[in-house]
């Protein structure tokens, strides 16, 4: 069972002083002998007192005379390249609706800052986290893995939402991919598909660190080498002609897709979905309402990357972590039209009482 962290009150007990010449001793203000300043100081590293950054931060501006409206606020960063519209798409805003909730839950307010980048640099959104003296960071995914973010870290407590920051290497949460990929399979197996094909595009691919790949292959793996397809269909852009020229040679009746876009072109092509092909989305979201589909539980990972960013908060750290974690969080199935319902196993037939039959038994 954790203790909870040692206060002034606390230590100025154990000194038997009052916690104000804790206070100031702590800080180093005149006004406390030496001898007890240092005994004082002794005496706080012994019980492993450290100062909540919060609470010296607002101190520290009531004192001033004036209170810095981003003391309570964690800054969701979303940065906006290739996609403009990136920050507004419907599993982004799930992930900032949960990193919402959860940081209103812990007394904190997350604010989104939708920022794009070809027409903001860097340093610029750093000044203005700075000047709203805004210490926890979220930041989100990115539209494109492999970007860099040049901030002052060593300013911030953050995570990172997703796998597409390259550098720095932050605490980071996202959806257990490998096991929804797994997942997936499994159901659709159960449902009785043996060519289960894997159709996304390699940029997809790359946001989930390969991971649905991965996932998927080694579900195939794990079937016996005559059952087994690792049908994959991973071009730099999804395309229709390429897409119906992979799906007539590979002939799936069973297929998982990251984009929506090819259950569409099954619609128009009045392909039967589930008679001819059963369909489930990796990463299913609210539309189309019919697809069956693993639910990533967005708002949770949202919620999670806040977790980190508080936990950090509350421990005094700050900056780019030596060893950083990685939370995965699992997704769930969610039925749909787009595949059958489990088939049930067939219950083993019972041996006639008379072995093979009455008509099966030799005389003796």
């Not at 199935?333 to 030799?362: C, H, I, Y």
Request: with cysteine; glycine share 8%; proline share 7%.
């Amino acid at each position: 069972m954790e203790q909870s962290r040692p206060s002034l009150a606390e230590i100025a007990r154990r000194a038997r002083v009052s916690a104000m010449t804790v206070s100031r001793a702590l800080r180093g203000q005149p006004g406390v002998a030496v001898e007890l300043a240092a005994r004082i100081r002794r005496l706080a590293a012994s019980v492993g007192y450290r100062p909540n950054p919060l609470v010296q931060a607002l101190m520290a501006q009531v004192r001033g005379g004036r209170v810095r409206r981003g003391t309570n606020v964690i800054a969701m960063l979303v940065p906006q390249l290739e996609e403009p519209g990136w920050g507004h798409k419907e599993w982004v805003q799930r992930l900032i609706r949960g990193a919402e909730q959860r940081a209103a839950t812990v007394g904190f307010r997350l604010e989104p800052f939708y920022w794009q980048r070809a027409e903001m640099a860097d340093k610029r959104i750093d000044e203005i986290l700075q000047a709203r003296g805004i210490r926890g960071v979220v930041v989100g995914p990115l539209a494109r893995p492999g970007a860099d973010l040049h901030l002052d870290w060593n300013r911030y407590a953050v995570a990172a939402i997703g796998a597409t920051l390259a550098q720095p290497r932050l605490h980071r949460v996202r959806n257990h991919a490998f096991h929804s990929a797994q997942l997936a399979v499994a159901r659709l197996r159960a449902a009785g598909c043996q060519r289960i094909g894997l159709a996304l595009s390699l940029l997809s691919g790359q946001r989930a660190d390969q991971l649905w790949q991965a996932g998927f292959l080694l579900a195939d793996h794990a079937q016996p080498p005559r059952a087994r397809a690792a049908l994959i269909h991973q071009p730099p852009r999804l395309e229709r002609d390429e897409f119906f020229a992979w799906f007539r040679r590979a002939r799936p009746d069973g297929l998982l897709l990251v984009e929506n876009l090819a259950y569409t072109w099954l619609r128009e092509a009045r392909i039967p979905v589930p008679a001819r092909v059963a369909v489930a989305q990796l990463n299913r979201n609210t539309e189309p309402a019919e697809l069956a589909g693993v639910d990533q539980h967005l708002e949770a990972v949202g919620a999670a990357a806040v977790d980190l960013v508080v936990e950090r908060l509350y421990h005094n750290e700050f900056g780019v972590p030596d060893r950083p974690k990685d939370v995965l969080i699992e997704g769930s199935w969610v039925a749909g039209t787009t595949v059958p319902p489990a088939r049930a196993e067939k219950p083993l037939s019972r041996p006639s009482p008379r072995g093979r039959g009455a008509g099966s038994l030799r005389r003796a």
